[in-house]
């Protein structure tokens, strides 16, 4: 068990260090200078102008020489310091950060866990079993294929808009201050709502088509024949088949956490939705590049820690990785 | 898998006779009915058909589409928010575009992306996969090392960032970079194949015989698994044209090009939703959700066709 989670440690921290310099290769290995676009775009006047540049400059630490502006930013990453925020003035891109991840941790979370598993209950539900594989499949089909702006823009457009059934934008009403409220509770449990099913559906359909198809494959397998002709019932067979399955979905589940993600990010754009989404949309429409490279290091800390934790459940339910039998 | 297909039984016994006389003696009669049978089984899988069907939809419309209109997808000049009607079939955006004009181009664009960036990134995945799996060892665990780390990493959040500093000028440059960040999984899947391949004895007597590499893998063993290359390629076309839609609506493809997620792009950012012009913003996503589950539909189906074990089932 330790070797399998060590191996798996090791190959975070590297993707870690792979991530951090590829974060801060971009904005040096790319054409044009960032930092003359930037000042372009905010177009003051020449002294103030110049002024910025040296601040600028100074905060990349662009007067220094590669291998130490690398170092530096790597000691200012461990101490939390991603930098100053450009649309924001007056705002630390770290200060940024860590008020908008609650709200999106709070679509990301539920929405994972709930669609994988409804998604796993209702795929090994309609395995084998014509009328419901027959309906809830091709649905499931669809929901995976749909591009989640897409289905953000039909859910709000519809319930939203035309229905009125929930709020259009923003994670509460404009008119509450967060509290432990009921009001403030209800009102941002309607806001969050719908992003969050949007969210949901799209996942729900992926999970739902694998766990069919893995049920399928185990159903077929020697040792479910073989329960089969001891005349176990249908439904014990079919509790062991769910919980082979559940061991490659598990795995499925590390490798979607990026696509969920990104998911998350144009839902909220969609929705007005004050996470990373909407974030992220900010600092490119502003050429914010520290809080862009802010956050795309964020994006890769959450999605390898998310990766970690399911490697621990991936242990716990899997027995032949803690007796160490399984070198994966 | 499905209930609607034939039962395999009435062909099992010409394709056992197949295998089991080896290439040479029938080689006139055999491939010919070797490929009938496939595609008795093509046309009679439910899910084949309808996936292709709604693909091929898609892919005429993209062709033939733009023919039916003079508008051009950014001209501006038109009636401001006209719904659909005979004589703007999709009808007009806020600002006086025609919509049938962006859709049909659009469209096309999310092809070429699509397929350029599945070629790229099946070639990488093809590369990377034969080369792993076919030597083994070091170079193995090297090219494994840097697969899994690829895959870890977001895609999106990469191609955020990259694009955000390269301002994507073009189909072209987009669908590189697409391509360069989905070929993780292709990798790996290729190179699990790979790897069980190369341990036959076909190979081996292949490689005895004093054939080069390159020449082992692309005579040997790439036709040994082209069904399975064929069904990776088309995830990778349906994972890009999603990819690329999201970008696009992020305001991070070309924006001199009209593309499905521009469309939604400038729905969202011209109060499409609060103006209650829908048919900006549903027509676009129907076509990716269309284009994007046939070819998932279809590639099930396609897995049904090359693999006879999956068909009676």
């Known amino acids: 068990m330790t070797r399998y989670l060590a191996r798996k440690s090791f190959l975070y921290l590297l993707t870690f260090f792979f ?27 020449s002294t103030a102008s110049q002024e910025l540049k040296g601040y600028v400059t100074e905060s990349f630490g662009l007067d220094q020489p590669r291998w130490r502006q690398y170092l530096n930013f790597w000691r200012g990453l461990l101490h939390g310091d991603l930098g100053p ?7 630390t891109v770290s ?69 009125g059934l929930f709020p259009v934008s923003g994670a509460y009403d404009f008119s509450l201050q967060p509290s432990w409220t009921w009001e403030f509770t209800r009102s941002f449990l309607s806001h969050w709502f719908l992003p969050f099913l949007t969210l949901f559906l799209v996942s729900f359909g992926g999970w739902a088509i694998g766990m069919r198809n893995l049920i399928i494959y185990e159903l077929e397998s020697e040792y479910a024949n073989y329960l089969q002709a ?77 990766n970690f934790i399911v490697d621990i459940a991936y242990v716990i339910v899997d027995p032949r990785t803690r007796a160490g039998i399984q070198g994966s | 898998m499905s209930t609607l297909e034939p039962k395999a039984d009435l062909v099992a016994t010409p394709e056992l006779a197949l295998t089991g006389d080896g290439a040479g003696k029938t080689d006139l009669g055999a491939p010919r009915g070797k490929r009938f049978e496939t595609l008795h089984f093509a046309f009679h899988n439910t899910k084949l058909v309808i996936g292709l069907t709604v693909v091929l939809f898609f892919l005429v419309l993209a062709i033939v589409g733009p023919l039916f209109t003079d508008a051009d997808p950014f001209e501006f000049g038109y009636p401001l928010g006209v719904p659909p009607s005979t004589e703007y079939w999709l009808g007009t955006t806020s600002s006086g575009q025609d919509v049938y004009a962006q859709f049909v181009y659009g469209l096309r664009s999310s092809f070429v992306v699509g397929a350029i960036a599945a070629l790229v990134a099946g070639a990488i995945g093809m590369s990377i996969g034969f080369v792993g799996g076919y030597f083994g060892g070091v170079i193995d665990e090297v090219l494994s090392m840097l697969t899994n780390i690829v895959l870890v990493i977001p895609t999106l959040a990469v191609l955020i960032i990259v694009a955000a500093y390269l301002e994507v000028g073009s189909l072209w440059s987009e669908a590189l970079l697409i391509g360069l960040t989905s070929w ?42 082209s069904s399975y290359l064929f069904l990776t390629l ?62 998932y539909v279809m590639n099930v189906g396609l897995d049904e066709v090359f693999n006879p074990k999956l068909r009676n089932t």
Request: aromatic fraction near 10%.
């Open chain 2, 184 to 225: 993780p999984w292709a990798a790996r899947a290729i190179r699990a194949q790979t790897f069980s391949l190369a341990a036959r004895d076909f190979v081996n007597l292949a490689r005895l015989s004093g054939r080069g590499t390159t020449r082992v893998i692309v005579n040997e063993i790439a036709p040994n698994m």
């Open chain 1, 230 to 306: 001891l005349g176990a019932p249908t439904k014990l067979v079919r509790k062991y088949a769910y919980n082979n399955a559940v061991l490659p979905q598990m795995s499925g589940l590390a490798l979607a956490l990026g696509a969920v993600v990104g998911g998350a990010l144009v839902t909220e754009i969609v929705f007005g939705y004050p996470g990373i989404g909407t974030l992220i949309i900010t600092a490119l429409q502003n050429r914010d590049y520290f809080l862009m490279q802010g956050l795309f290091l964020l994006i890769i800390i959450g999605v390898l820690i998310a």
């Open chain 1, 85 to 91: 925020s450009i649309a924001y003035v007056g705002s």
């Open chain 2, 234 to 295: 088309i995830l990778l076309f349906g994972g890009s044209v999603l990819t690329a839609a999201t970008l696009d609506f992020l305001g991070l493809g070309p924006s001199q090009v009209m593309s499905l997620g521009l469309m939604m792009n400038t729905a969202v950012s011209n109060a499409a939703l609060q103006l209650g012009l829908w048919w900006w913003f549903i027509p676009p996503g129907i076509a990716i959700t269309g284009i994007v589950g046939g070819l």
């Open chain 1, 95 to 163: 200060e940024l950060i860590w008020a908008a991840v609650p709200y999106t941790l709070a679509l990301l979370v539920p929405a994972i866990v709930l669609s994988y598993i409804a998604g796993n209950r209702v795929g090994a539900m309609a395995a084998r079993r014509k009328v419901l594989d027959n309906t809830a499949l091709p649905v499931a089909y669809v929901l995976t294929a749909t591009p989640y702006m897409w289905l953000a823009l039909v859910l709000a457009y519809f319930l939203a808009f035309k229905w």
């Open chain 1, 19 to 45: 991530a951090v310099t590829i974060d801060w290769a971009i904005p040096r290995l790319m054409p044009g200078d960032p930092i003359d676009g930037l000042i372009a775009r905010i177009q003051a006047d």
